[in-house]
C-alpha cells in the first residue's frame, strides 16, 4: 500500500518560515493536498491540488510537488498557524483509497 | 454555507453496534459524494469509507471492511454508517466530510463525533 511520511514536528519563531514535508513514492505524479487541525477542531483544506489554495487561505500558505517529496510553505508564520498539518492523496492503484500522512505538529516557538 | 453534522456517537461495548449519521445542508447533496474520516485519540486521521452522489459506488478502508456499511438518502439529505463488530481499535472521532468533485480532496467537514468502544 502507497506510504507517505511526514515529519512528527516542526518548530519555527514567528515571523519566519516553516517548510513541512510528505513524502511518499513518485509522489510527484500524484495530486497532494493538505490539512490544517487546530486542537479540538475539525480539519480544514489549506492547499489542494499541489499548489492551490481555497478561497480564505492566506497567501501565506503555498504548495509544491515533485519527485518524492510534496511541500507546504508557509510563510511569515504567525501564533495562530500553531496546528496539526496532514498531506492527503488518492491512491487508485488495485485498490482505491484515500491516504493520508501521519500528520506534523507546527510549534511557533 | 455548508453544513455537515454528525450524530450517533456514544460508548459501546466490543463486539457492539453502532450507527451514525451526517446531516448536510447548505448545497446540492445529490451531486456530491461523502466521505468518513476517524481519528484515533492522539492520532492521525484514517480515511474509512466513501459513497458516490448517487450511492452506487462505495469504498471501504481494509480495516472496516466486512464490518462498516455506509449508505446515503438523497431525499434527507443525510448519510449514515452501520458499524457492527466494534473494536477496541474503532474508538476514534468519527467525520464526515464532502468529497470534492475534482482532485479527490475533501473540501468541507463536520465537527466530528466520538465513538468508544470499551467494556
Known amino acids: 500500500s502507497y506510504v507517505l511520511t511526514q515529519p512528527p514536528s516542526v518548530s519555527v519563531p514567528p515571523g519566519k518560515t516553516a517548510t513541512i514535508t510528505c513524502a511518499g513514492n513518485?509522489?510527484?505524479?500524484?495530486?497532494v493536498h493538505w490539512y490544517q487541525q487546530k486542537p479540538g477542531q475539525a480539519p480544514v483544506v489549506v492547499i489542494y491540488?499541489?499548489?492551490d489554495r481555497p478561497s480564505g487561505i492566506p497567501e501565506r500558505f503555498s504548495g509544491s510537488n515533485a519527485g518524492n517529496t510534496a511541500t507546504l510553505t508557509i510563510s511569515r508564520v504567525e501564533a495562530g498557524d500553531e496546528a496539526d498539518y496532514y498531506c492527503?492523496?488518492?491512491?487508485?492503484?488495485?485498490?482505491?483509497?484515500?491516504?493520508f500522512g501521519g500528520g506534523t505538529k507546527l510549534t511557533v516557538l | 454555507e455548508v453544513q455537515l453534522v454528525e450524530s450517533g456517537g456514544g460508548l459501546v461495548q466490543p463486539g457492539g453496534s453502532l450507527r451514525l449519521s451526517c446531516a448536510a445542508s447548505?448545497?446540492?447533496?445529490?451531486?456530491?459524494?461523502i466521505h468518513w474520516v476517524r481519528q484515533a485519540p492522539g492520532k492521525g486521521l484514517e480515511w474509512v469509507s466513501r459513497i458516490s452522489s448517487s450511492g452506487s459506488s462505495i469504498y471501504y478502508s481494509d480495516s472496516v471492511k466486512g464490518r462498516f456499511t455506509i449508505s446515503r438518502d438523497n431525499a434527507r439529505d443525510s448519510v449514515s454508517v452501520q458499524m457492527n463488530s466494534l473494536r477496541a481499535e474503532d474508538t476514534a472521532v468519527y467525520y464526515c466530510?464532502?468529497?470534492?468533485?475534482?482532485?479527490?480532496?475533501?473540501?468541507?467537514w463536520g465537527q466530528g463525533t466520538l465513538v468508544t468502544v470499551s467494556s
Open positions: 447548505g448545497f446540492t447533496f445529490e451531486n456530491y459524494e
Open positions: 513518485n509522489i510527484g505524479s500524484k495530486s
Open positions: 466530510a464532502r468529497g470534492s468533485n475534482i482532485y479527490y480532496y475533501f473540501d468541507h
Open positions: 491540488y499541489d499548489d
Open positions: 492527503q492523496v488518492w491512491n487508485n492503484y488495485g485498490h482505491q483509497n484515500w491516504i
